[in-house]
């Protein structure tokens, strides 16, 4: 597609429920970012892929949350017995290995736990 | 590092008046400089970029200067507008093609 894709765009989950959220950079592109943003925050680092690179997992803020980027392309953010604060939007963003360009970010999957 | 969730700095501007968002970036070495425009429910968007090797760039209404003596960014936005009402965030790009994104700022255009 021409940018990055998300899905889904909602999610609506019980508290204590797995989760599974997707993100489809653009093709090509080496570096996949992982961020959370509250509402009405700013954006909240969690996971940096970059090629073949570990992951910089720093971010994540406990060990219910990981990310995988399978083949180079799609990564998944698993959040695992979702907790009330985990609701938030989660932001995907892939650059590529080329210096001096942008990052370009996807619309974001709102999560809501209840 | 990177920015934490913390509510945003907001910065009220008449329409027809000139906006001015800082930031204060935190890498010496970062060598790439962008500003994201982030509207309500949608993901960020990217205004305008600076390399390092420059201190001023002008787009369409909007200028981004550079002082890396003192590593900080700004964004003026010239005859705001009431669709330039947004979360404006600030990315610096360092080592290994990395980018680090500001906590952001919230503008606010009163008609």
């Known amino acids: 597609g021409a940018g990055v894709s998300q899905s889904p765009s909602n999610k609506v989950t019980e508290k204590g429920k797995d989760v599974e959220l997707r993100c489809d950079p653009i093709?090509?592109?080496?570096?996949l970012y992982w961020y959370r943003q509250s509402l009405g925050q700013g954006l909240e680092f969690l996971i940096y892929?970059?090629?073949?690179?570990?992951?910089?997992k720093s971010g994540l803020p406990s060990d219910r949350f990981s990310a995988e980027r399978t083949g180079g392309s799609v990564s998944t953010l698993t959040i695992q017995r979702t907790q009330q604060e985990d609701s938030a939007v989660y932001l995907c963003?892939?650059?590529?290995?080329?210096?001096?360009?942008?990052?370009?970010f996807g619309q974001g999957t709102r999560l809501t736990v209840v | 590092g990177e920015s934490v969730g913390l509510h945003l700095p907001t910065l009220s501007v008449q329409e027809g008046d000139n906006s001015i968002i800082n930031c204060a970036y935190s890498n010496s070495a970062s060598d790439y400089f962008i500003w994201y425009k982030q509207e309500s429910g949608k993901g960020p968007q990217f205004i305008i970029d600076i390399r390092s090797n420059m201190d001023k760039r002008q787009g369409q209404r909007v200028t981004v200067l550079l002082n890396k003596t003192v590593k900080h960014l700004s964004l003026q936005i010239a005859a705001t507008q009431p669709g330039d009402s947004a979360v404006y965030f600030c990315?610096?790009?360092?080592?290994?093609?990395?980018?680090?994104f500001g906590k952001g700022n919230q503008v606010v255009v009163i008609p």
């Open positions: 093709s090509g592109h080496t570096a």
């Open positions: 963003a892939s650059s590529s290995q080329n210096a001096n360009t942008e990052a370009f």
């Open positions: 892929f970059q090629g073949n690179s570990a992951p910089d």
């Open positions: 990315a610096e790009r360092y080592g290994n093609n990395r980018l680090a």
